[in-house]
């Protein structure tokens, strides 16, 4: 076996170079899709965090608007509950 260089040894080199080139842009590829998608996530943890301290205001706001709304219906029908027993009051006493 001889120890000469053939002509292949040119195009290997350069396929090799090719292929450590390719395999370092894609690892720095790889290593900034990461990092971004841990960003994103990291992001869209917090925006919800904050939508739902926002939904959890409404929520209560909403419950308490509710039950003021209640509050004020049942006083309405004891109000016209105590007008309707007036009034038959007076009806009976113009029809005695």
Do not use: C
């Not at 090719?18 to 900034?32: F, M």
């Not at 409404?58 to 004891?78: C, R, Y």
């Not at 509950?81 to 009806?91: D, E």
């Amino acid at each position: 076996m001889s120890k000469k260089k053939t002509m292949l040894d040119a195009p290997k080199k350069m396929v090799v170079k090719a292929l450590d080139r390719t395999k370092s842009t894609l690892k720095s590829a790889n290593g900034y899709a990461l990092n971004t998608t841990e960003e994103v996530v990291s992001e869209g943890i917090l925006v919800a965090e904050q939508w739902q301290k926002v939904a959890n205001k409404a929520i209560k706001g909403g419950l308490s608007l509710a039950a003021k709304n209640q509050d004020i219906f049942f006083d309405s029908l004891t109000g016209v509950k105590k007008h309707m027993i007036l009034s038959k009051k007076r009806f009976d006493k113009l029809m005695a």
